[in-house]
């Protein structure tokens, strides 16, 4: 699987990543429209920065991943935390488009472009169905996306990346192929690590299908079981636009 690979650099390639504020951003949207949600489900919580926040924050988070590697490194970062917020975290394998937990929760969360990683009609409306089984009536879904307009207006350039902690040093080289056609993006990654004390260099290449969306498809493809609350640019209360390369969407579950 991708993600295992990637694990092992994951948190130090988004070290700079503002997760404290996404959370603080997606735990306002939760209480701005079900101001009593306690409960969370996040769809696809990696290695659980995102849910770490939301449990300081007072939320109970049960995250699920289908990496093992990622879900490791999410109990990891469990056990380093005080009690307090460490008692509201719990996490287990599954994936978003057919896991069942169970439970009943007050919002369900997906993050990181995950809903974006469902590239066909069949993958997005198994991950609504998720969604909508987890949640009660008046519950919501928050999870953001690539936004459509954004990505072909400004198409998806080569990008490399370079950085380094104590015991690694890292060069991410993505090349990136759009396939108009079909709405996604083949992001592909040669990724070179460096074991500074060993000094050996671990190749490894990646695909991310990614696939970007659309206000109108959206609205089709979640069906009936929602209505929208707010459609935002990322980090943003403004709807998004051209230049708005991630989307939001605020959905409220309705009567089944």
């Known amino acids: 699987m991708v993600f295992d690979s990637y694990a092992r650099y994951y948190d130090l390639l988004y070290r700079d990543k503002n997760y404290a504020g996404e959370a603080a951003y997606v735990a306002a949207h939760i209480r701005r429209h079900a ?4 409960r969370i489900l996040e769809l696809g919580c990696g290695t659980a920065a995102h849910a770490e926040h939301l449990a300081r ?3 109970t988070v049960h995250g699920i991943d289908q ?3 990622m879900l490791a490194r999410a109990a990891a970062r469990r056990a380093a935390l005080p009690a307090e917020a460490a008692s509201r975290l719990s996490f287990g394998p599954g994936d978003a488009r057919s896991v069942r937990t169970g439970g009943t929760y007050d919002a369900v969360i997906s993050l990181f472009h995950v809903m974006s990683y469902q590239t066909s009609n069949a993958d997005l409306r198994a991950a609504f169905a998720t969604a909508a089984a987890h949640l009660a009536p008046g519950g919501l879904f928050v999870f953001d996306f690539w936004y459509g307009p954004a990505v072909l207006t400004e198409r998806p350039e080569p990008r490399v990346k370079l950085l380094e902690d104590e015991r690694i040093k890292v060069r991410r080289v993505a090349e990136p192929v759009l396939h108009v056609n079909q709405n996604v993006v083949d992001v592909n990654y040669a990724v070179f690590i460096e074991d500074k004390a060993a000094g050996g260099v ?5 695909t991310h299908r990614m696939r970007y969306l659309f206000l109108p498809e959206l609205a089709l493809l979640r069906g009936t079981s929602f209505a929208e609350r707010a459609s935002c640019a990322w980090m943003s209360e403004a709807a998004p636009d051209e230049r708005s390369w991630a989307g939001c969407q605020v959905l409220e579950r309705l009567d089944a």
């Open 67 to 69: 990496s093992d590697t």
């Open 35 to 38: 101001p009593r949600a306690k």
């Open 202 to 206: 671990q190749e490894v290449r990646e």
């Open 57 to 59: 924050a007072g939320f």
